[in-house]
């Protein structure tokens, strides 16, 4: 966020130069004429007047007494500016922390009245000021305001020249007009900051409700927001002002967070200072966090702000935090000399968000004649309004190029045995940091038995020329010869085969797609099939799945493969009209049965690594059977119904299909721990009759639980998509479960989770030797170096919709080998079965 910062030194009398804020004879006509003239005008005029008033009554009305509304509704445009001041000549007291004291009172009014007068000198700032309040002074002495200005509906078109930038020299121009006279007052300012600010946290320093002081010193306390567990209120303004003694800075984490998904509603902002000013925003965040991954902030002195805002009418638990002081020293130390061949080192605090106005500088030094290679395994610097390309705010420095945003991996090598690693933050927006891992190496042979990048890191070397671009500066996929199942594409490049046609530009020229669209003036239908353009839309199923007339509205007679059917017979042409948010159906049918496919707690974006978090997947269960722990996934459709593979069931051992053998474990992230996981007995399996052992066709079950689930925030339902959804070759989705960590290995501890890419059914048909049919669903991983198992037999294969949706695409089904590169996965596919799902289950 920007904000603007005004500041003298010394002048040029060497003394510092502040300000003041203050302050031959005709016939003439007949009387008759006369009279018929002065009539003719009147009759005029009264014509005039009927024309005005049919114009204003038929075109004018209705836009002025919209306009009359609007003011009368939302009233004047507010714009607020908060900030501090720095004092000079001010000593500071206790006193002036407390809003209610004389010393206080005193100073504030002697502040904001020198703001008005300042305020007024500017014709546009004069003419909307409404007032200023100092809410807080600390040690410096800092004073902490902020100004409001209203603007009238009439007087909108003047918004855009409301800036900080204006209120900035307008503090200038006061200043430099002071300078030389006489002072109207003791108090002078030697700096101010402006940014804006939201009108809901400007509060009176003396508003008592729902404001909390509080003194941090070195034993834990807690505070929470009001209602907490039960529930928040709307349009609450709450405020926390922290202290601590001047030699420690404050710690806040919040092991319980869960507000409104939505931050323009509600949310929490935490301040480096005592206002809610911009320019020391340590971070705004609203949603619901995973006890694993709590918000935790630190200031860089001893003050600290906390904001808490909500306006939706949802009620959510709100949150619980923990406060302390914690030494300055602890926030400020960081850097220095690493001088073993290999070692690991954070920012600040780690995991934790890491403090505002930080510098550290490490200085890595290994034995002379190596070199140095530093893997960050976690790197999150994100600021709002930051060119990652430019990096001016928060940003990590190795050998003068600095890096911020969020990377799944960064690797770096250094060019002798020393590297230095710089690390700075600035005033506003923490985040979580850095960790990475050093090590040195040997420049003549720097990947003993792997493949070298020209980055420097090492790779396997059966990455190598396998068509995924491992090192990540493409250096492993240059100069390869392409294997049978791989395709050339015309740059040289290997890809694998599966992704040919899959309508995603794999080769980076799009050569794997070039022999596979249509004529110029022809439509290609969803199996393939070439047809003439002019059939598309013509009220007519050409193709034969119907894409030809799938998404046109005049067509609203035509029911095709890809048409939403509603509950009362009505077809929708429109491409996965289901839990899309709008209503499509005159039933609304298409929006109902749509309380699932989100997860509670507000992740971040998934990032690098194979474990999965918890309450990431939600809707992964995990099947034991008997005492063999661990045997098959399935996925949650319903609090009575999960939805699995039929041969996980139907097997050489009639036990398999015992329904009392079976137990389910919900919300499970660790096979080994027990918190927050709701098991269940398996009332009974249902396997679909079709299911052919030989082929896996149909190979889908239902199971029945004992007694239905609670749904929490690791336990919730997945969607079902319709019969008509479509999930088109090339998207990406994702498997997750407990499978083998690698061909022939033992089962995973922690939920596993790879992302995968939806393959042409007519490719993988090819690849497969013919043995997919339409009730089955292929896809390949996307990652390299991906050769983990872990999708389980009937686990789900999941897809993220533009609707804000999790639907499930597929049940792991088979494949050749565990999930093989450049072998494809094959699921069944859940939309061809989900009429028989919902047949046999009622949802």
């Known amino acids: 966020m920007s904000s603007t910062r005004f500041q003298f030194d010394q002048g040029h009398n060497g003394r510092h130069e502040r300000i003041d804020f203050l302050t031959d004879k005709e016939k003439g006509p007949s009387k008759r004429k006369l009279g018929i003239l002065i009539g003719v005008l009147v009759a005029l005029l009264i014509l005039a007047a009927i024309a005005a008033f049919l114009i204003w ?10 306009a ?34 004389e010393d206080f009172e005193l100073l504030a009014d002697q502040l904001e009245a020198l703001l008005e007068e300042n305020y007024k000198k500017d014709p546009l700032l004069g003419k909307y000021y409404t007032k200023s309040r100092v809410t807080a002074f600390s040690e410096g002495v800092i004073a902490y305001y902020w100004s409001q200005f209203d603007i009238p509906t009439e007087d909108l078109e003047v918004l855009p020249e409301f800036s900080e930038e204006l209120v900035l020299e307008t503090l200038e121009n006061g200043i430099k007009e002071q300078r030389g006279m006489s002072s109207k007052s003791d108090v002078k300012i030697s700096e101010v900051t402006a940014s804006f600010t939201d009108p809901r946290m400007t509060r009176s320093p003396r508003a008592n409700e729902c404001f909390y002081r509080l003194e941090a010193n070195t034993v834990a306390q807690r505070f929470s927001s009001p209602g907490y567990p039960k529930g928040y209120l709307p349009k609450s303004r709450c405020q926390w002002q922290i202290r601590a003694s001047e030699d420690n800075a404050i710690f806040v984490t919040f092991p319980f967070f869960h507000i409104e998904d939505d931050c323009s509603d509600d949310f929490v902002s935490i301040y480096d200072s005592l206002s809610p000013d911009d320019s020391q925003a340590i971070t705004e965040k609203c949603g619901q966090r995973p006890p694993s991954n709590p918000l935790a902030v630190t200031s860089s002195g001893n003050i600290m702000l906390i904001n808490f805002i909500t306006d939706s009418v949802v009620q959510r638990p709100g949150f619980e935090a923990e406060y302390k002081a914690i030494p300055k020293s602890k926030v400020k130390t960081c850097g220095g000399v690493l001088s073993e061949n290999k070692g690991v080192f954070t920012s600040p605090l780690y995991p934790s968000f890491y403090p505002p106005s930080v510098d550290c500088k490490w200085t890595i030094k290994v034995t002379v004649g190596k070199k140095v290679r530093v893997k960050f395994t976690m790197f999150r610097m994100k600021e709002p309004g930051v060119d990652i390309r430019v990096c001016h705010k928060d940003y990590v420095d190795v050998m003068g190029t600095k890096y911020c945003g969020e990377m799944s991996s960064l690797d770096l090598t250094s060019e002798t045995n020393v590297l230095d690693v710089s690390f700075h933050s600035d005033e ?27 980055s420097g890191i090492c790779i396997g070397e059966e990455l190598q020329c396998d068509g995924w671009n491992d090192c990540g500066d493409m250096s492993d996929e240059m100069k390869c010869r392409c294997e049978e199942d791989q395709y050339s594409c015309d740059n040289g490049l290997c890809k694998p085969k599966l992704w040919v046609c899959d309508r995603v530009n794999d080769c980076g020229d799009w050569s794997d797609e070039k022999s596979c669209s249509c004529g110029e003036n022809e439509w290609r239908c969803g199996d393939g099939l070439c047809m003439p353009q002019d059939v598309v839309c013509d009220q007519k199923m050409d193709c034969e799945d119907g894409s030809d007339e799938a998404s046109c509205k005049t067509s609203p007679g035509i029911c095709s493969d890809f048409s939403f059917k509603c509950m009362n017979a009505q077809c929708v042409n429109k491409v996965n009209a289901q839990c899309d948010r709008v209503n499509d159906c005159s039933d609304d049918s298409d929006e109902a049965n749509c309380a699932c496919g989100t997860r509670p707690y507000k992740l971040n974006r998934i990032v690098g690594g194979q474990n999965a978090e918890l309450g990431e997947w939600p809707w992964q269960v995990s099947l034991h059977f008997l005492t063999y722990g661990h045997t098959c996934g399935a996925s949650i459709i319903s609090a009575k119904w999960l939805l699995s593979a039929a041969h996980c069931f139907v097997t050489n051992s009639p036990q398999n299909h015992v329904a009392s053998n079976w137990l389910s474990y919900s919300g499970m992230q660790d096979q080994y721990k027990q918190d927050g996981v709701e098991r269940r007995a398996i009332k009974k399996i249902i396997t679909n009759p079709d299911y052919n052992q030989m082929t896996f ?9 004992s007694e239905p689930l609670k749904f929490t925030n690791t336990i919730q339902p997945i969607c079902l998509p319709a019969s008509s959804h479509v999930f088109p070759a090339g998207m990406s989705c994702w498997v997750t479960g407990w499978g083998a960590l690698r061909e022939g290995g033992s089962k995973a501890q922690l939920l596993q989770k790879a992302m995968v890419k939806i393959i042409n059914d007519t490719v993988c048909n090819i690849v497969t030797e013919g043995q ?3 009730r089955m669903l292929c896809s390949g991983f996307l990652a390299g170096g991906v050769d983990a198992c872990q999708g389980d037999s009937g686990g789900p294969m999941v897809c993220f919709e533009e609707s804000g949706k999790w639907f499930q695409a597929g049940i792991v089904s088979w494949g050749e ?27």
């Not at 009359?68 to 006193?95: I, R």
């Not at 066709?697 to 639980?705: G, M």
């Not at 080998?817 to 949802?843: F, H, M, Q």
Request: hydrophobic fraction near 35%; aromatic fraction near 12%; charge should be positive.
């Open 817 to 843: 080998g565990c999930a093989r590169r450049n072998k494809p996965g094959v699921y069944s596919r859940v939309s061809k079965l989900v009429d028989w799902i919902k047949k046999e289950t009622g949802i």
């Open 772 to 774: 997919v049919t339409s």
């Open 57 to 66: 009554f038929f075109v004018f009305k209705d836009a002025d007494s919209k």
């Open 68 to 101: 009359a509304t609007v003011s009368k509704m939302y009233g004047p445009t507010v714009q607020v500016f908060s900030g501090h001041m720095k004092l000079v000549g001010v000593p500071y007291k206790q006193e002036l922390e407390n809003t209610d004291s």
């Open 697 to 705: 066709d149909y190979d889908v079950a239902l199971l029945e639980l």
């Open 428 to 454: 506003s927006f923490t985040d979580k940091g850095f960790s990475a891992i050093y090590s040195a190496f040997d420049p003549a042979n720097p990947c003993p038995n792997k493949f070298a990048c020209a």
